[in-house]
């Protein structure tokens, strides 16, 4: 039996007291029997325990044969410990105990532990707990949460006596009633157990509990099922996606719950920084966190979230999957999480794509191999049949253009922002380029301007490796001001200069015809105004209006003879610029004429690295065309 000196301290109530490790009952009556609960002595009498706990009448019982002096025993793994016990012993005493949501789970299983039944005495624990349970808790959102969240304490008696189950039910189905119809409890039969302060009363004994009140948004669940422990609150969101509750309200919980749990998960980190900052950034500071826990954290975290495209969630999958590959969790959760930034990815930012390499295996600053794999599971996704275009090859109207167009430009700024890196291989450049449908980009513009990153970051690579790179661009697709620079470009290879060239010449070409046509509408509504103003009374406006056409006519009249001389020019430097590629490759091979186009006869003959054309040649060119772009 524990000692029972050293300081004592009685109860509020006058009924116990507390002397070291030693608890006595102040009832001025001799001890009978002594009952050890973990490292506390109980030294109570055997009538009040006796006649409402079966297993404790049976422990006396047995006592007695064995030693008829003393009685003496104790009771091994008693669910909730000294608190828990201390409480059924007042009740026994027939003491008042009060009920409340946290520590009615800690009285429900020490009177099963003590088999308190209604055989024994009438009202006994079992009884008056269940009462509590069914008449307070169950019915209020919060008291059933405080009582969920004491019950890892009392693991497996708690599962055992379906208290874990009734309280998940209870509180999934009051989140489906709030989910579908957005009202806010008090429920049925509340308004009877409020007090006038508004907390919640059970046979005149306020349980602490302070009841909801209309005001409090739609999710304001999300904070109350937040402190639960990880295994109750998987249970609580597996049971609300049975109970039909929607799929946006259980992905906010769980995010809620993510940023709670998991540190620097919430932070804006910025792709541009090294990959050691992050690394700081997210793994949390306190020792006692395992990153054996945080794995399974985040991975049960990921397997709960549901399916589906989220508006402005991909900051928040970004986040976690940077968290995954730091902490070496599983290939399935990190596959599922690129999967799931697949699905949105229209909806991504440049920085959140900026993901550090974390492997020490590639030399890349970022992850090249994690976006092209997010890009391919996004491709999946979208219809393999790209839209149609009419007879001039323009793109007609499609659901799913738009934001394939987006991430096409994504993507394009991706690539302009990995180019300096001297560590990129061209293969990898130009698999991430080239993933993408042609149909995806309207212009390429925005390609043009990282492949120009790219070769001027990378001033060693070959003629035929710039080559390679160059022709995952269409310089068919390129801008007026986009063609005006790539003429000017020294680090581009000769043939995409001679290419810009010749599709820039094609589009004045266009632009005459256009031209024509338009002079010829400008000149039949002029002579049809001018037959107007001659036959009838027209007024000054209409001699005006005539007036106005002619001059406009002969101003098209005079751009399209600028036009004509600039192409004429055009067309001499191209010969100029063919006459030196036959001289210079005279010798090596023949040259294969390409068939006239418009009157500009071109060679597609291929230059060698050692033969390019002087620059002089390039910027006589440009001078004649009007070229006037900067070099990047």
């Known amino acids: ?21 030693a608890w006595l009952c102040a009832s001025g009556l001799q001890s009978d029997i002594v009952v050890d609960v973990e490292q506390m002595s109980f030294h109570l009498h055997k009538f009040p325990l006796v006649s409402r706990c079966r297993r404790i009448a049976s422990l006396v019982e047995r006592a007695s044969r064995e030693d008829e002096d003393t009685c003496d025993i104790r009771l091994e793994n008693f669910p909730g410990g000294t608190l828990a016990f201390e409480l059924a012993a007042k009740f026994c005493y027939g003491m008042k105990v009060e009920f409340t949501p946290c ?11 003590l088999e308190m039944t209604e055989d024994l005495a009438n009202q006994n624990l079992i009884e008056r707990s269940e009462s509590f349970l069914e008449e307070v808790v169950l019915r209020n959102w919060s008291d059933s949460i405080a009582a969920l969240q004491s019950c890892p304490n009392f693991y497996p008696m708690a599962e055992e006596l379906g208290l874990v189950d009734r309280l998940i039910n209870s509180v999934c189905a009051k989140a489906n009633m709030n989910d579908s119809s957005r009202r806010v409890w008090p429920m049925r039969g509340q308004r009877a157990l409020q007090s006038p302060g508004g907390s919640l009363l059970w046979n005149g004994i306020s349980t602490g509990a302070r009841a909801r009140v209309p005001g409090d948004g739609d999710n304001w669940w999300y904070e109350d099922i937040s402190v639960l422990s990880l295994t109750l609150f998987e249970k609580v969101v597996l049971g609300m ?37 992050h690394r700081k950034a997210i793994v949390p500071a306190n020792p006692i966190v395992q990153e054996n826990e945080q794995r399974i954290l985040l991975e049960t975290i990921e397997s709960l979230l549901p399916l589906l495209k989220v508006g402005s969630s991909t900051r928040f999958l970004f986040g976690l999957l940077r968290l995954a590959i730091i902490l070496n969790a599983s290939s399935q959760c990190k596959s599922s999480l690129e999967k799931r930034i697949g699905m949105q990815l229209d909806q991504a930012t440049l920085d959140e794509l900026l993901v550090p390499n974390y492997s020490h295996v590639e030399e890349t600053l970022y992850d090249i191999d994690l976006v092209q794999r997010i890009l391919d599971h996004y491709l999946m996704l979208e219809q393999n049949i790209p839209p149609e275009s009419d007879e001039e090859g323009l ?38 380029a080239e993933a993408l449908p042609d149909y995806s980009r309207f212009l390429d513009d925005g390609l043009y301007r990282a492949i120009d990153v790219y070769l001027k970051a990378h001033p060693w690579l070959s003629e035929s490796e710039r080559e390679m790179v160059c022709k995952v661009m269409s310089c068919q697709k390129l801008s007026l001001e986009a063609c005006t620079h790539a003429a000017q470009n020294e680090r581009l290879p000769l043939r995409v200069v001679v290419q810009v060239l010749f599709f820039e010449q094609l589009q004045l070409r266009n632009a005459i015809a256009g031209s024509f046509l338009v002079a010829d509408t400008v000149g039949a509504s002029g002579r049809q ?15 005006e209006s005539w007036d106005d056409s002619l001059e406009v006519g002969q101003k098209l009249k005079d751009d399209m003879g600028k036009i004509l001389a600039r192409v004429s020019q055009l067309e001499m430097e191209c010969g100029t610029m063919r006459q030196e590629i036959e001289n210079l490759h005279r010798a090596k091979k023949p040259v294969n004429p390409l068939s006239k186009a418009f009157g500009c006869k071109m060679f597609s003959t291929v230059v060698p690295s050692t033969g390019e054309v002087k620059r002089g040649h390039r910027r006589s060119l440009s001078g004649s065309l009007g070229f006037t772009g900067e070099q990047v």
């Open 395 to 432: 793109l007609l109207g499609s659901p799913s253009l738009c934001p394939i167009m987006m991430v096409a430009k994504l993507i394009d700024a991706y690539l302009a922002e990995i180019a300096p890196d001297v560590n990129l291989k061209p293969t990898k450049f130009i698999a991430l």
């Open 103 to 113: 520590n009615i789970v800690a009285l429900r299983c020490a009177a099963e532990y």
């Open 529 to 543: 105004l001018g037959q107007q103003h001659h036959a009838g009374p027209g007024g000054a406006r209409q001699g």
């Open 241 to 277: 996606e049975a109970a039909g509750v929607g799929g946006e309200s259980i992905w906010g919980a769980v995010v809620h719950y993510a940023k709670k749990a998991l540190p620097g998960l919430h932070r804006r980190h910025s792709g541009r920084e090294p990959a050691h900052s």
């Open 1 to 21: 039996m524990a000692s029972s000196g050293g300081r004592s301290r009685t109860s509020p109530d006058g009924t116990s007291q507390r002397r070291g490790q």
